[in-house]
């Protein structure tokens, strides 16, 4: 799922507390409750022609394959940052609270990146519960996951519903 879809969640429901440690707690929440939700990566990193038909359970797929979410991480990365430019600067949301949300919505896709680059196996235990986690409910589904078409433009028209309803 988009770290901008995370975030922007995060940002949502740091609007409801002003206490730091539960707008942490919630971002944090709030990542593994959408991950169960199937959204499309793992027809994104099998591909068209791949030989596997499906993305193992137990997070054995290659590192070519990870790369092919990287063109979408950059794109992703960019509109993050144009959101927070956005509501930090223009609607003048709380800072502190903003970026605290924004850490605690990442957090788990930060260790991912750690294990990416570091391979150390503390990471990669951690990186396999996050890595199952996606895989509940997508194993159970035909194709192994949904269309990443549909689950890109949901995104879409929810991170615009959400920074629409946070200008008015
Ligand atoms: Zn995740």
């Given at each position: 799922m988009f770290g901008t879809t995370h975030a922007l969640t995060g940002i949502v429901l740091s609007q409801t507390t002003s206490d730091l440690p539960a707008v942490f707690g919630l971002s944090f929440l709030s990542h593994i409750v959408l991950d169960f939700i199937p959204h499309g990566d793992n027809l994104i990193v099998l591909g068209k022609n791949s030989k596997e038909k499906r993305v193992p359970f137990?997070?054995?797929?290659?590192?070519?394959?990870?790369?092919k979410l990287i063109p979408y991480a950059i794109v992703d990365g960019i509109i993050?940052?144009?959101a927070l430019i956005y509501l930090l600067f223009v609607i003048r949301l709380d800072?502190?609270?903003t970026i605290v949300a924004v850490i605690g919505a990442l957090f788990i896709d930060g260790i991912a990146f750690l294990y990416k680059i570091t391979k150390w196996s503390f990471f990669r235990k951690l990186e396999k519960y996050h890595h199952k986690i996606h895989q509940v409910i997508t194993r159970y589904l035909p194709k192994g996951d949904v269309s990443p078409v549909i689950s890109i433009s949901l995104q879409i028209a929810f991170a615009v519903v959400v920074l629409?309803?946070?200008s008015i």
């Open positions: 137990d997070l054995s797929f290659s590192q070519a394959a990870f790369r993050l940052i144009g800072p502190t609270k629409w309803t946070l």
